[in-house]
Each structure stands twice: as C-alpha cells, then as structure tokens.
C-alpha cells in the first residue's frame, strides 16, 4: 500500500525557515517524480514544486522559487522541501503527492498533509 | 504561470449529467496533453480522476470522463450521485518542469 506521510509543519514568524519532509513507503520510491501541492485554508490547490526521479528535473512555481528548495533522498526514500524567508502568504497545507509513472504530470497518490502557519 | 480558469460552482440532480470547463492558454492546456483532474471532499487529500485529458486510473467509474478542445478541457459526470458531491480541480503540465492548477469548482448534487 503506497504511503506518503509528510511532517515537519508547524507555526513559524515571517521571515523565518522551516523545513517539511515526506517519508514514502509501498513503492520503488526511486521510480517516480515527486511533488509539493499546497492549500491555503478555505483555498484551492496551487502547485509548489517538481523534483524527478534522479532529482535532474527540478521546477518551482512563480510564488516560491527563490525561496523553497525541493530534494529528495532515494536511499532514505524521503521527499523534503526547504522554506526560507517564509511570509504569511505561505500560510497552507503542504500536501506531498507522488507521480503516476516515472516523470509523469499527474499525481495519483496524496499524503495527508502537514500545515504549515507564518504569523508573528 | 497563470491558474487555469475554472467556474466556481456547478450542480446537477441525480442522475443528469454535468460537465465543467478548465481553460488555460496555448502554452499548457492548449499545447500538452497532459491535463488531469482531481476530486476533493471536504477535509481529504485530492484523488486523481482523470489523467492525459481522457485516460480513467483504476477504480475510478467510468461515469467520470475528459476531454479537451483548443485551450479548454472539460470533465463531464454522466449519471450524477450524491457522492460526486465534492470540489474539483484540473491541472495542467505547462512545460518546464512546471505545473498548474486550476482555482476549482465546486459541485452540488441537488
């Protein structure tokens, strides 16, 4: 059974980093691309971030890049996601999702999140 | 990296079909067929419904079906039940390495 169990959320001041990862089991983790969706409270779903199977594919979206960085660790089958100079607008639940095949574009498996707070 | 452009709101009695519409632009929807479409009750992760504008996962029913015209895609639900009641998201490769969602709809079974 695939399982995708993401931690490391929490509240944390603006300004401030923090990091998220995803432990994956019930799969050839080094099989498939990753990926970082987000939901603000009462929100939509917005893409963050890609990483590839061989993490050589790497994209963030518009609102991150700069500020999050996406790696994966295939030996410890682990997802992270590194957040630095967080702002309130981060304020989500950090949804980690797994890829349908290898570099697919689509996510057939969701954890079930780990919220992450930016406030002072 | 624009949102798709998704209506906020669709409804339908049981057993009537609906259908709701994602438009993008000529550089993701428009140019990949990599559209997908997932569903979301209130408080649970997303669930992946249709993948590559038209292709159903395992176990979802063939109720559910895409497809894509130009710039939009469009998901239909044939034969509605109270438990397609959920919001909906479709999603888009725009090239990259870069993806994008669309900002929902929300679906009512009357």
């Known amino acids: 059974e695939v399982q995708l169990v993401e931690s490391g959320g929490g509240l944390v001041q603006p300004g401030r980093s923090l990091r998220l990862s995803c432990a994956a089991s019930?799969?050839?983790?080094?099989?498939?691309?990753m990926y970082w969706v987000r939901q603000a409270p009462g929100k939509g779903l917005e893409w963050v971030a890609y990483i590839s199977w061989n993490s050589g594919g790497i994209g963030y979206a518009d609102s991150v890049k700069g500020r999050f960085t996406i790696s994966r660790d295939n030996a410890e089958h682990s997802l992270y996601l590194q957040m630095n100079s967080l702002r309130a607008e981060d304020t989500a639940l950090y949804y980690c999702?797994?890829?349908?095949?290898?570099?697919?574009?689509?996510?057939?498996?969701w954890g079930q999140g780990t919220l992450v707070t930016v406030s002072s | 990296q624009s949102a798709l452009t998704q209506p906020p709101s669709a409804s339908g009695s049981p057993g009537q079909s609906v259908t709701i519409s994602c438009t993008g632009t000529s550089r993701d929807v428009g140019y990949y067929n990599y559209v997908s479409w997932y569903q979301q009750h209130p408080g649970k992760a997303p669930k992946l419904m249709i993948y590559e504008v038209s292709k159903r996962p395992s176990g979802v029913p063939d109720r559910f079906s895409g497809s894509k015209s130009g710039n939009t895609a469009s998901l239909t639900v044939s034969g509605l039940q109270a438990e397609d009641e959920a919001d909906y998201y479709c999603?888009?490769?725009?090239?990259?390495?870069?993806?994008?969602f669309g900002g929902g709809t929300k679906l009512t079974v009357l």
């Open positions: 999603s888009s490769y725009a090239g990259s390495n870069i993806l994008v």
């Open positions: 019930g799969f050839t983790f080094d099989d498939y691309a």
């Open positions: 999702a797994k890829g349908r095949v290898l570099n697919s574009r689509e996510l057939d498996y």
